[in-house]
């Protein structure tokens, strides 16, 4: 079993909220990732990490932020949510290059 | 652009028969191939990865077949079973302190009792 937790594991919320997703691991994993993923549908990278202090945008703008100020923490924040946001939002991490492992996910509705 | 491409889609397979899943990648810098499982409700999990110096490997039921020419990798699920129902990405990624996981977009696959 992977040491990479996130939480909430449900989330629903209004329109406009402010919200941030939490995401840690206890395996001094140097790269973290969060991905966006509907239903059964691909994985979309939305931002990663290579370190403490090194944040980068994926290839989906989700108009989400994240910041890495400890190796095993890294959230995600929405600064104003919206209907569109509603989706699973995974978070993994990886050694150097090998296997990632991912949390059991954050599935969020906007309503 | 998408950096690895899987398919099909959707796949239907007899219990015990063999269910195949196609990859194809563009970068030829990638040298780590894994296959992840994911289960509803589940984040996804590592099923089986190989590095491109062998053209094959296998763990139990599982196998990865790999064709560096033509920059292609399967999954091979041999004596398939309805546990094996899942979504199934293959994934690719090179060395180096800027390397990324690219995804491909799924296959989900239902084994048919």
């Known amino acids: 079993e992977a040491d990479i937790y996130q939480t909430p594991r449900y989330l629903v919320i209004g329109t406009g909220k402010k919200i941030t997703l939490e995401c840690s691991q206890t395996m001094g994993h140097d790269k973290m990732y969060w991905y966006q993923q509907d239903p059964g549908m691909e994985l979309h990278l939305i931002h990663y990490s290579y370190g403490v202090n090194s944040t980068e945008k994926g290839d989906l703008s989700s108009e989400s932020t994240v910041s890495r100020i400890r190796t095993e923490h890294f959230p995600l924040t929405l600064e104003s949510a919206r209907p569109s946001h509603t989706s699973q939002y995974l978070c993994?991490?990886?050694?150097?290059?090998?296997?990632?492992?991912f949390g059991q996910g954050t599935r969020l509705t906007v309503v | 652009q998408q950096q690895v491409k899987q398919s099909p889609q959707s796949l239907i397979v007899q219990k015990g028969g063999i269910s195949i899943i196609n990859c194809a990648y563009e970068n030829t810098a990638f040298d780590y191939f894994p296959w992840y499982q994911q289960f509803p409700g589940k984040g996804p999990a590592l099923l089986i990865a190989i590095r491109p110096d062998v053209s094959e490997k296998k763990e139990g039921r599982f196998t990865i077949s790999f064709n560096k020419s033509a920059k292609q990798f399967s999954l091979h699920i041999m004596d398939s079973q309805p546990g094996d129902s899942a979504t199934y990405f293959c994934a690719a990624s090179r060395r180096g302190p800027g390397n990324q996981f690219y995804f491909g977009t799924g296959t989900s696959l239902t084994v048919i009792p």
């Open positions: 993994a991490s990886v050694y150097g290059n090998t296997e990632a492992f």
